[in-house]
């Protein structure tokens, strides 16, 4: 938890000091493309594909940040509520926090690439409600490395504000994504229909495993798995003896 500690505030502080330096490389490559402004019509079309592979890579950390990593540390933390054993746990434990805090740090990276090389006029939903995210992301993280003891006063509010707060984050993050394509759409005429298709298949993947986490025990607890087969009972549906529990235990661990 120190480790993570330590780390989150070294990212707050690299990403603070990628902000404040961003606009004044921005002004420096303006000054530069406005001298350089007498070139021909091959330099043009160079700086056309460079602003085209900007685009396509701010998307691409946008998606890995609000469409892959922020979704898999929420997997992880909920896969931990049914978790007794103290080693896994704390593997879920960590994979959330990296995972959040990598989802941090290509998030600042995507908005430090809108501030320095994008027209940013923010007359769009997208470029409004990333803005908005933005800072959303940031309070999020705060919140999270402020975490209180388990068992204090203020617990209950934290993981209240903490939970609400990151779930309203991570699908804000997956509507954005969507209107990021449509934006991509209109800026360089490309389709995105197969894009489309593609991130709603994995949201839609992730969506059925987190809902299906509360079912699975319940279905094993019928016998049957997914309507077919009986199945034999299991080891944990089988009362043991206590020695043999704590056996049981020990070796799964």
């Known amino acids: 938890m120190h480790f993570l500690q330590k780390l989150g505030f070294f990212c707050i502080h690299a990403s603070v000091l990628l902000l404040l330096v961003s606009p004044l490389v921005s002004s420096s490559q303006e000054h530069t493309k406005g001298a350089s402004s007498h070139k021909d019509n091959n330099i043009h079309e160079q700086i056309s594909h460079k602003l085209l592979f900007e685009?396509?890579?701010?998307?691409?950390?946008?998606?890995?940040?609000?469409?892959?990593?922020?979704?898999?540390?929420?997997?992880?933390?909920?896969?931990?509520?049914?978790?007794?054993?103290?080693?896994?746990?704390?593997?879920?434990?960590?994979?959330?926090?990296?995972?959040?805090?990598?989802?941090?740090?290509?998030?600042?990276?995507?908005?430090?690439?809108?501030f320095r090389n994008f027209n940013n006029?923010?007359?769009?939903?997208?470029?409004?409600?990333?803005?908005?995210?933005?800072?959303?992301?940031?309070l999020q993280a705060l919140i999270g490395f402020v975490r209180p003891q388990r068992g204090s006063k203020g617990r209950s509010i934290w993981f209240s504000v903490h939970w609400i707060l990151g779930?309203?984050?991570?699908?804000?993050?997956?509507?954005?994504?969507?209107?990021?394509?449509?934006?991509?759409?209109?800026?360089?005429?490309?389709?995105?229909?197969?894009?489309?298709?593609?991130?709603?298949a994995e949201f839609c993947f992730i969506a059925f495993f987190y809902l299906f986490q509360d079912k699975w025990v319940y279905i094993r607890k019928q016998g049957v798995i997914l309507g077919s087969e009986p199945?034999?009972?299991?080891?944990?549906?089988?009362?043991?003896?206590?020695?043999k529990q704590k056996e049981l235990v020990t070796d799964s661990c």
């Open 55 to 114: 685009i396509t890579l701010h998307g691409f950390l946008l998606w890995a940040s609000m469409g892959f990593l922020m979704p898999l540390g929420i997997l992880a933390i909920r896969m931990s509520h049914r978790v007794e054993c103290g080693r896994r746990l704390r593997i879920l434990f960590y994979v959330h926090g990296l995972s959040e805090l990598l989802s941090v740090l290509l998030a600042t990276a995507g908005a430090v690439m809108s």
């Open 121 to 138: 006029s923010f007359n769009n939903k997208h470029q409004r409600v990333g803005v908005g995210l933005y800072g959303l992301i940031w």
């Open 167 to 200: 779930t309203g984050v991570s699908l804000l993050g997956i509507l954005n994504v969507y209107t990021g394509l449509q934006a991509y759409h209109e800026k360089t005429s490309k389709g995105i229909r197969l894009w489309t298709i593609i991130f709603t």
């Open 231 to 243: 199945v034999r009972p299991t080891i944990d549906q089988v009362v043991l003896p206590p020695e």
